[in-house]
């Protein structure tokens, strides 16, 4: 039987102007050992907390590799199950990691087009992926928002959820 997970940034992160290269904003990384479960993503999200007064296109970016160890990273929210702060899982998640780019960054989902978006919360994506991205035991999926008018005040969160089986 699956077991569903969910986890998200703690701290809000700043977007990026650009595809970004080795700097992921947010990682979940599958620290099963050999022959263990497999992480099936099913949906990868964002949200302004708050935004700058400028025009603002938005739009999540993903990259699927690997990692022996889990990178150093900030320690994010999350993994929790149905509801509970615990979690059955060796999944191990964090913020602000340096990975090594062994594969392509890429867009997810839709961009967001908010046009002026003074004080906007709650802008955002949300992409339901079907678990198309399965992260193996040592399996990294690493996260970053791209956004035009980054840096200033512009500032949101990730999230992104999975099951394991």
Known sequence: ????????????????????????????????????????????????????????????????????????????????RAGRAEALTHAQIGTAGTIVNNSVWHPVGESVNAGAATATVALGTWANVNGIYVIPPGGLLSLAVVCSAAGGSVT?????TWYEE
């Open 1 to 80: 039987m699956a077991s569903y997970f969910a986890a998200g940034t703690t701290t809000p992160i700043t977007p990026v102007v650009a595809p970004p290269t080795t700097a992921a904003q947010f990682v979940l990384w599958n620290g099963e050992g050999t022959g263990g479960k497999n992480y099936y993503v099913t949906s990868i999200g964002s949200s302004t907390i708050v935004t700058a007064g400028a025009a603002l296109i938005i739009q999540a970016w993903a990259h699927l590799g690997s990692a022996v160890l889990m990178p150093s990273v900030t320690v994010a929210k999350g993994p929790s």
């Open 156 to 160: 949101c969160n990730l999230y992104v």
